[in-house]
């Protein structure tokens, strides 16, 4: 009986598309929705979470494990914490290093992170936007990753403020170039903005150090009013799905509900 119970609260996945195109790089993705357990039953609109990766989010066969936010999302909801839609994209797989980078480097040539955010934003958000129940404005509007993903959303961030209010970033590949953190000095928040900054201490040996100098350079926009940035540290975590997936709560609970 409590099984069942239990598994009421579980969120409805809906596969928008297997193949959805991306016409800014000529090519197919999988686009999933997590929805509220109860989005049928009501009509209330939700804050939205945009995040890269879908593969390792919750498939139970992933390679390298998955966040288990499907998991996640139901224990949310039965603490009442379930008033948010996750929108989960699909990485390119091969692909995946030069679609989630948002500038050349000499060892990178082929970054195009800009058309990626283009899709998302031209495309992608202005669907989701109409077929749901969302809460279309940048203070409802999060995105999120780990790793390149980190990175791909950072960048969102900070070239589209007047898009995303909120932000996940767990892990980011900072090492790929110096450019982030001249983006990070030149940002300016675009209204009230959230970020939620992650990183392990088991990572690599620059890691921790690379992700520190970012949070202290953000530290600085505290200047602006309703700046809000929080550092989470595991001492023992590595660069792996679980120890993100042990931080998405943590994140998801402070960004969309202020509880930490």
């Known amino acids: 009986m409590i099984r069942n119970a239990l598994k009421t609260y579980y969120p409805k996945i809906e596969i928008l598309d297997e193949e959805y195109e991306i016409s800014q790089l000529g090519r197919k993705r999988r686009i999933a929705v997590l929805l509220p357990h109860d989005y049928y039953e009501n009509d209330k609109s939700y804050p939205v979470l945009y995040l890269h990766d879908g593969q390792n989010l919750f498939d139970e066969y992933a390679p390298y494990g998955n966040w288990g936010v499907d998991k996640t ?36 040539t082929e970054a195009e992170g800009h058309l990626y955010l283009k ?48 932000q996940m970033i767990f892990s980011p590949s900072l090492w790929i ?8 000095k030149a940002f300016i928040p675009g209204g009230p903005t959230d970020i939620f900054l992650y990183a392990g201490g088991m990572e690599s040996a620059n890691h921790y ?24 540290h ?16 943590l994140a998801l609970k402070w960004l969309y509900f202020n509880k930490y």
């Open 73 to 108: 999302l139901q224990k949310l909801a039965e603490q009442g914490f379930g008033d948010v839609i996750i929108v989960a994209i699909d990485h390119g797989g091969v692909l995946r290093i030069q679609e989630y980078l948002p500038y050349s480097t000499p060892r990178y």
């Open 177 to 184: 170039s110096e450019e982030i953190y001249k983006r990070a």
């Open 234 to 249: 595991n001492p023992s975590g590595q660069h792996k799905e679980i120890h993100w997936g042990e931080q998405f709560p």
């Open 119 to 166: 899709f998302m934003l031209d495309d992608l958000k202005p669907m989701v936007d109409d077929r749901f129940r969302v809460l279309p404005d940048r203070e409802s509007t999060g995105i999120g990753g780990s790793s390149l993903g980190g990175l791909i959303s950072l960048y969102a961030g900070f070239e589209y403020p007047e898009i995303f209010g909120k």
């Open 209 to 232: 150090g690379q992700v520190l100098k970012l949070e202290q350079i953000l530290q600085e926009k505290r200047k602006y009013n309703n700046f809000n940035i929080i550092f989470s």
